[in-house]
């Protein structure tokens, strides 16, 4: 018995990434998630990247790692009682929803409380006052463009870092719910807003008091590592290295490797500067810069990386994914986090499993993502008790699929 | 009661992002954070922003709001042992370290388990392997720089992205080992590495696949929204906004409101193309996004925004940290994610609680961050059970600080 989130039961309801991720989150510390998905395939059921070989989604086949999956016809109001029957079902460890449809009256939590009073419900949503938004959208109102790359035009991020933000606080959300029921005997909704998870996280890194306290309204600094030491170098064998010294025992080794300690020394008493402060490296980091560039390209990457190493300095190549996967024993089944496993829409991938590690536990074997509709008969039959016959009307009045045949 | 986390009591050693938010996030769900520092401030402490006010680290009121501070002579025996003491003080919801210090030996499981058998800690680390890490020279290894900005050089994330997702891990992890040692008397430790976490995104995002499956190691793609519709495009007004159009009704919504219909049905006979669908949009995006720029820029930001708000579009400003401030009530006390609070080191700034919105519950207070050792002579009393004259001979001794007076 792994023994963490085994009991869970959650059904979720939803597309793209944070409620997907929230659910699968849990999945691979061992809940059982039911997703429930339009018959065909939900809004994401098509996302790019997709699978040349088969046209399916590899991001779909990511996001739903260690799910079950019932294609349900959820337009149809039987397919919407399923939905909602499956959500609240007894026990102290299921009738659990999770969606991103924060909006939709069939999955409210009024009309989840009318099947089972202490139902729990978990919903992502865009903007507090319930109006829609994506990471992309909210990434731009919270001023990281502005930040991001060496000049003034606005750069997006590409990792959608507020769905991720949003999705393990809705993971958090679900197991203190269900927590709270044991306890209290009260279920209720919990929704987590995707710009309240942004803004909250641009004030938790002083970035609110700076523009109130202090009046800045910072702007770009490109690679640069923001109040200290850190920046992206080359080596003379054409890579780049990204090198961070924070603490003063970094900032110290790394002169030394670099064989600018006397420089230094002599540019303080220069200056006036005392390095050993971060804020003073970070303000006069172009001089410190310059220093370490020609230490870094006057050798290789394995080299550099050899000597700071050596001076506890934290530096790390820059890689392609491709590059991470040819080159880096992180990325490969040496670290206990991957196994390659055959997802049946998407084939063969190198598939992670949870990044928490239990060291007690075994690691649960990592789980490939459904076939849309793989597990429809099995769940209609286990968690709702329904006979042959019944299932069989469901799949002839088109209120349920299976997965496609041949797909 | 707020009947959430409010029972749990956890010791926190730990410095900069993932850690510290990993317990404020609890603390912000109702839990009792208790966070030891050395005397005198951790590595973090003097992290920029500064106020330049007070000279203190507005980044640090930022992670530490709602917690406890005990300032501890951590390079004195007497200290370590008194900050091991508080991690395994008896009770089902006491007996909880967090750490980033992973390699510490006397914060090691083992050790804590001499003192309490069923001992819960949780630590953040760089890589699984132990060796040590920030986000910056995790994001290089895993590939976004180079799929960021407009073209091959690599941009760095600004936001610590990495950081957050690994925190929010390790507040998951705390939760869940608390809940399995209810169920089993077993504690233990769990470990969480920045680059599992970043990995497994990569991972999870079908990026991994794209390289196994598809043999396509992505590129930069400037601002354009990978697989769909969508990039940042300029108004009328000198403001630029993000469009983003996933969805068939979106994208619909969309030629409607920027009255391109025609256009766009003349186009897709000319090319033999169907924009319903999302890749189709995404390869000649750039084609449907000189149509889109002839009518934002005929527009302001206001008319802009409306239209589309009116045609489901998703969308959103891009603003800096101060426009924000300025114009967006999702970033004012009109939000109730946001108070204005008196932080003992910083002042007032607008501050964020949770970002999950318990709908059944009263919102928490928000809460500042302490002083640096504000609490303590209180945990010493409460949580330890000294006297005044224990406490008083640690000061005494150096072992342990109170505030500092008058900072």
């Known amino acids: 018995m792994y023994d963490l989130l085994d009991r869970l ?77 499956l959500a609240t079902r007894p026990g102290d460890d299921a009738g659990i929803l999770l969606t991103n449809f924060a909006g939709l009256p069939w999955l409210s939590q009024e009309v989840l409380e009318e099947k089972r009073a202490d139902a729990i419900s978990v919903a992502v949503k865009g903007s507090p006052d319930g109006s ?30 507020w769905d991720v933000g949003c999705g393990l606080h809705a993971a ?13 005997g009260r279920g209720g909704r919990a929704e987590v807003a995707l710009s309240d998870v942004a803004m909250a996280m641009v004030g938790n890194m002083g970035q609110i008091g700076e523009v109130q306290r202090n009046g800045v309204d910072r702007g770009p600094i490109g690679n640069d590592l923001y109040g200290a030491f850190g920046r992206d170098f080359g080596t003379s064998d054409g890579r780049r290295v990204m090198i961070s010294a924070i603490t003063v025992k970094q900032w110290k080794g790394l002169c030394r490797v670099a064989g600018i300690e006397q420089t230094v020394a002599g540019l303080e008493s220069a200056l006036g500067a005392d390095f050993t402060d971060e804020g003073q490296r970070f303000e006069w980091r172009k001089v410190l810069f310059a220093l370490i560039e020609k230490w870094s390209g006057a050798h290789t990457l394995d080299a550099v990386g050899a000597a700071l190493t050596e001076a506890g300095v934290t530096w790390g190549p820059y ?16 670290n206990p986090l991957f196994q390659t496993v055959t997802h049946p829409e998407v084939g063969d991938v190198l598939t992670p499993g949870s990044p928490i590690d239990f060291r007690s536990l075994e690691r649960l074997p990592v789980t490939p993502a459904p076939a849309l509709g793989q597990h429809t008969d099995q769940v209609l039959a286990e968690a709702l008790g329904l006979d042959s016959g019944a299932i069989g009307k469901l799949h002839d009045d088109g209120i349920v699929a299976g997965p496609v045949q041949g797909a």
Chains 1, 2 share one sequence.
């Open 9 to 85: 039961s959650i059904v979720e309801a939803s597309a793209f990434v944070a409620a997907p991720l929230a659910a699968m989150t849990l999945a691979q510390l061992g809940a059982e998630v039911i997703r429930v998905d339009m018959i065909g395939g939900g809004l994401d059921y098509n996302r790019w990247p997709l699978s040349k070989e088969t046209g399916r989604s590899l991001y779909w086949a990511g996001l739903n790692k260690g799910k079950k999956s019932v294609a349900v016809n959820l337009r149809d109001p039987r397919g919407r009682e399923l939905v909602q029957t």
């Open 132 to 161: 829609p938004a994506v990471d992309y959208t909210i990434n731009c109102a919270v001023g990281y463009p502005h930040l991001t790359g060496p000049d003034t035009t606005p750069v997006n991020n590409v990792l959608p870092a």
């Open 319 to 334: 890689q392609t994914v491709g590059q991470m996967l040819a080159d880096d024993w992180r990325a490969s089944e040496k």
């Open 172 to 184: 958090l959300a679900i197991v203190a719910s269900v927590d709270r029921r044991k306890r209290t």
